[in-house]
């Protein structure tokens, strides 16, 4: 099927995707830390007692997404869906509207859980559920909304905020939200069938079975992927978040380096096009080990150099690795545990990714306060996807065996409407 019919074909399932990815914007680092200084004034807060506030909601949205990432085996996307987004909503409300620091952690748990916790963990299992022969494309469409945000929202913001009280953003925040609600309920008024309604429909895993949870935790291929899941959450956002010291750093104006920021979201869209297409026809099993590759080249790139050529250069791999993340690992959790549990046990992975949106810039800090330069970091960043490139290498091609003829993905393949 040509990738404009099956757009046309799918275009409310795809749409509802890409809606929940870009909503999760409300939820994201790169949205939240354009406020932190109106908030940090607002609070009387010093630069680490942001950063702490901010570690302790995003570690408490972690945890509890260990246990809510499940309720997508039990309850559709247009019951489950509304629901977070009356959460998000109320979350953007109360940073418009709170008085007190003490509640500061509070209002980032409700932040980074609904945004970036569920709003992405429902829509990437959706995708993962709902398409099986073509899930490398529907995944690379429906996480057009996370690239949309990275690209549009900072830019919307910040002019906004020369016209607004900052306040006025969340509030407007939350009414996107709101306005979300029915307009999903439309495109998912005839919802296809979740895995755990209808178990004759799902695609299996290894060995030809539907993988539960614990069954998960117990196999070594779980444990081999989540320094993968965690590295690039807490690397890229450290990155990202220090953007104004590695600036000063490379001896460059923030204005030339926040230039590269397009060049980087063009790149990862390419990227997350590509690696949807090539997963559909490869699998991946034999893509997923070498798609942090870049990681290592960028990170190299970013500690050796200082001119802007080698900067853009750095920002081209760093796309290439965060295109395909949106991809390839969330349908590996599909093909190698199946779609009856995926929900709960890409909970598990959506918790270690967004511990590692916490721990990242907290280490990254912590070393740079303690005589560790940033561009020496980068070099000891590079070696740690190196290790877990040669860790997913090992753990995938023995698990792979596993994936018995007759109850593989490929083998599964149904026609999609």
Known sequence: ???????????????????????????QTY??????GEVRLAFDLSHGAWGGI??????????????????????????????????????????????????????????????????SHIAVIAMARWFVATRGRALSIASLGFALG??????????????????NLWIAGAVICLC???????????????????????????????????????????????????????????FFFHQVHVADVKGLEHLVFVSFFPLYTAVGIGSMVLSGWALDRLGTARLTPF????????????????????????FVFLGMTSGANATLPNAFWAEF???????????MATAVMVLGSAFGPGLTGLLIDLGIGIETQFIGIAAFFVGTTMLMLWGIRRAARDLTPGVTEADLRTPQP
């Open 54 to 119: 901010y570690m302790i909601g995003t570690m408490a949205s972690a945890a509890v997404m260990v246990w809510a990432g499940g309720l997508t085996d039990l309850f559709r996307v247009r019951i489950l869906a509304p629901i977070v987004l009356v959460g998000l909503a109320a979350a953007c409300l109360a940073m418009a509207f709170n008085p007190w620091v003490w509640a500061l952690p509070i209002v980032i748990f409700a932040l980074r859980f609904f945004g970036q916790g569920m709003c």
């Open 337 to 347: 545990y199946g779609t009856a549990h995926i929900g709960s046990i890409k909970s």
């Open 291 to 314: 798609y942090q590759l870049p990681m290592v080249a960028a990170f190299l790139v970013f500690g050796l150099t200082h001119s802007p050529l080698g900067l853009a250069l750095g």
């Open 180 to 238: 979300a609600i029915p307009i999903l309920s439309k495109l998912l008024a005839q919802e296809r069938t979740p895995a755990s309604h209808a178990e004759s429909d799902v695609s299996f895993g290894m060995g030809g079975q539907h993988w539960r949870r614990l069954q998960a935790l117990r196999h070594p291929l779980f444990w081999c992927m989540v320094p993968a899941v965690l590295g690039p959450s807490a690397f890229n956002t450290a």
């Open 1 to 27: 099927m040509r990738l404009t019919d099956f757009i046309r074909a799918n275009a409310p399932f795809l749409t509802a995707g890409a809606m929940l990815t870009f909503l999760s914007s409300f939820g």
């Open 150 to 167: 990275e690209a549009l929202v900072p830019l919307i913001v910040v002019g906004a905020m020369t016209i607004m009280a900052w306040q």
């Open 31 to 36: 949205f939240i830390s354009l406020f932190a």
